[in-house]
Every structure is written in C-alpha cells, then in structure tokens.
C-alpha cells in the first residue's frame, strides 16, 4: 500500500503519458484554449500539510465548484428556507437541462445543476448589489484556503456572459414561476463571476477542509449543515453521472466544467484534482479517474475500506 505521496507521484506520472484525456469546455470561449495535457492533484491534511503532484500550483476556473461555497453561504444566511426554492434530489438530466425545470414548475432538482446555483446566488444576492456578493464569495473561499491570493477571471466571466443563453433561459423560465427575485441579468452576472473564480488544486484543497470537520480545520459551518452540504456533493455533484461517481470513488465530490473536481473524505483530507478533458457528462476524464485510484490506494471511502493508509 503506498503512502499519499508515493500514490500521487504514480497517478500524475500516468496521466501524463494519456493520450485520450476527453474534451476542453469549448462552449466557453475561454476554456476551450486551456491546455488538455494539463494535470495537478493535491491532498490537503487537518494537520496543514499539502501534498501535491503535477501541475497543483497552476490557477484553472473552478466553474462549478464554486456552488459548493456559495451553498453554504446560503445555508449559514438563511438555513432551511433555501429548501423552499431548490429541491435536493438527483437530476438524471444535463447539467443545463431546462426540461425538468418545466416539469417541476421552476423549483431546481437540487443546488448544484445550474438551475439550483442560479437560484441559490439569486438568494443570497438579495439586497445587495453583485460587486457587494462576490466581494463575500471570495472573502469565503480565501478565509476557508487560507490565502488572500485567489481572484476572479474576468476574461472568463466575459467569456461566458457573451454565450451563456441557456443559462439566461434557466435564470428566465424561473422568473416566470416567481422563482427567481432579483432581474435575471443581475442574478447571471454575479453567477457568471463566481463561476470564474480561479484556484490551483493545492488552493482548492485547502478550502475545502472545512467540509473535512477535522479537527483543527476551519469552522465554516455548523456540522449538521457540512454534514448537508456533503450528502448533496455524493448525490448530486457529477449531474447525471453522480451515482457513477458515488460507486467508483465513494466520496462526496463536486465538478466543474473548468476540469476541476473537488473531494471529500470526511474527518481525513480534502483532494482536489485538474484535468481540463471532460466525458460526456461534462466531468473532468482523467480527474475522475486519478480521484477514484488515490482513494482505492488509500481505502477511502463513506462506505467503508478494507484498509488505512499511512498519512506521511
């Protein structure tokens, strides 16, 4: 059994050598001129180390790994009244699917589809102006990582306002039930920026340990909201290939379409891997597959394991 460490440097020295590493977000002007050989993975531990490998100190955009931070911003804000407005259940459908939000009356499946995050900013975003809110997203995530250097792209948040038309359809059709209060255009514009938070896999890890409840990690949150906010991540953090995820891996995870993906193991560390080749499911390829291989190497898993690891 190898250590962390030892795994890591395994896992990145196969990745590089891959040749079919999925597709870049082309949809995004701006994603789709990343690099596809790209690779990172870091492990952040309760006791403040970071082991890394790869490229773990390069900034990628966390897309939609960010509706993990503004989640619990809504639920420290406004507790179980955001229930009221976005369900918890799997999707089954895309990403950016527009045909349960129909069926549904425009009540969102659950907070991470980006219908759900679109109603979840525009609920924090009450009352206030989207300078104001992503000043507060970002004083999140750097309190939860530590470290005051990580900025919003805004090449890519540009990038995606100019193409994001589904998502104004999404942020549209929710109006149209009442779901949606501030006008959709604001609402879009603090999402969009959110969603162009840059962070390297040694940053994302970091800020992730608050989902850990370790102890000595930062306390975020309460634990019955963590512990939430990580039952959401298992069940509905992949879109449509969740349970695929949950079976493989076993951890609570959240993706974005930026090739990120961060992962929980409770009690123990937070992973965060980047490979900006995504599958059909919008997932990162490789990502998934490096995040699936380190937790069997080290026997993680909510379900439980045949075996510990050595954490050095």
Same mark, same amino acid.
């Given at each position: *059994?190898?250590?962390?460490?030892? &795994?890591?440097?395994?896992?990145?020295?196969?990745?590089?050598?891959?040749?079919?590493?999925?597709?870049?977000?082309?949809?995004?002007?701006?994603?789709?001129?990343?690099?596809?050989?790209? !690779?990172?993975?870091?492990?952040?531990?309760?006791?403040?180390?970071?082991?890394?490998?790869?490229?773990?100190?390069?900034? !990628?955009?966390?897309?939609?790994?960010?509706?993990?931070?503004?989640? &619990?911003?809504?639920?420290?804000?406004?507790?179980?009244?955001?229930?009221?407005?976005?369900?918890?259940?799997?999707?089954?459908?895309?990403?950016?699917?527009?045909?349960?939000?129909?069926?549904?009356?425009?009540?969102?499946?659950?907070?991470?589809?980006?219908?759900?995050?679109?109603?979840?900013?525009?609920?924090?975003?009450?009352?206030?102006?989207?300078?104001?809110?992503?000043?507060?997203?970002?004083?999140?995530?750097?309190?939860?990582?530590?470290?005051?250097?990580?900025?919003?792209?805004?090449?890519?948040?540009?990038?995606?306002?100019?193409?994001?038309?589904?998502?104004?359809?999404?942020?549209? !059709? *929710?109006?149209?039930?009442?779901?949606?209060?501030?006008?959709?255009?604001?609402?879009?514009?603090?999402? !969009?920026?959110?969603?162009?938070?840059?962070?390297?896999?040694?940053?994302?890890?970091?800020?992730?340990?608050?989902?850990?409840?370790?102890?000595?990690?930062?306390?975020?949150?309460?634990?019955?909201?963590?512990?939430?906010?990580?039952?959401? *991540?298992?069940?509905?953090?992949?879109?449509?290939?969740?349970?695929?995820?949950?079976?493989?891996?076993?951890?609570?995870?959240?993706?974005?379409?930026?090739?990120?993906?961060?992962?929980?193991?409770?009690?123990?560390?937070?992973?965060?891997?980047? &490979?900006?080749?995504?599958?059909?499911?919008?997932?990162?390829?490789?990502?998934?597959?490096?995040?699936?291989?380190?937790?069997?190497?080290?026997?993680? &898993?909510?379900?439980?394991?045949?075996?510990?690891?050595?954490?050095?």
């Amino acid at each position: *059994m190898p250590d962390i460490q030892d &795994s890591l440097d395994r896992i990145a020295a196969d990745m590089a050598g891959r040749m079919d590493r999925g597709e870049v977000a082309h949809y995004i002007p701006e994603l789709a001129r990343v690099d596809p050989a790209r !690779f990172g993975i870091a492990v952040a531990l309760p006791d403040d180390r970071v082991l890394s490998a790869g490229d773990s100190t390069l900034p !990628f955009s966390i897309q939609s790994i960010s509706k993990v931070f503004t989640l &619990s911003i809504a639920l420290g804000r406004l507790g179980d009244q955001l229930w009221s407005r976005v369900g918890r259940e799997p999707s089954g459908q895309a990403f950016n699917s527009i045909l349960q939000l129909e069926h549904e009356k425009g009540r969102p499946r659950n907070p991470f589809i980006n219908a759900g995050a679109i109603a979840v900013t525009d609920a924090i975003l009450a009352g206030h102006q989207p300078k104001e809110l992503l000043g507060e997203i970002l004083r999140f995530v750097r309190a939860a990582a530590g470290d005051d250097d990580i900025h919003i792209n805004h090449a890519v948040a540009r990038s995606e306002t100019a193409t994001g038309h589904r998502n104004l359809a999404l942020a549209s !059709f *929710m109006k149209s039930y009442g779901n949606l209060i501030n006008p959709p255009e604001l609402t879009l514009g603090a999402y !969009f920026h959110q969603c162009a938070i840059e962070m390297s896999c040694q940053q994302l890890a970091r800020a992730g340990l608050y989902l850990t409840s370790a102890a000595g990690t930062p306390r975020m949150l309460g634990p019955d909201r963590v512990r939430r906010i990580n039952a959401i *991540m298992m069940t509905c953090g992949h879109y449509d290939a969740s349970g695929d995820f949950a079976f493989r891996v076993g951890l609570p995870g959240k993706s974005g379409v930026g090739g990120g993906i961060l992962c929980i193991v409770p009690g123990k560390a937070s992973v965060a891997v980047w &490979s900006p080749g995504l599958n059909k499911q919008g997932n990162s390829q490789l990502g998934t597959e490096a995040i699936e291989r380190l937790a069997s190497d080290m026997g993680w &898993s909510v379900f439980g394991a045949s075996h510990t690891a050595n954490p050095d």
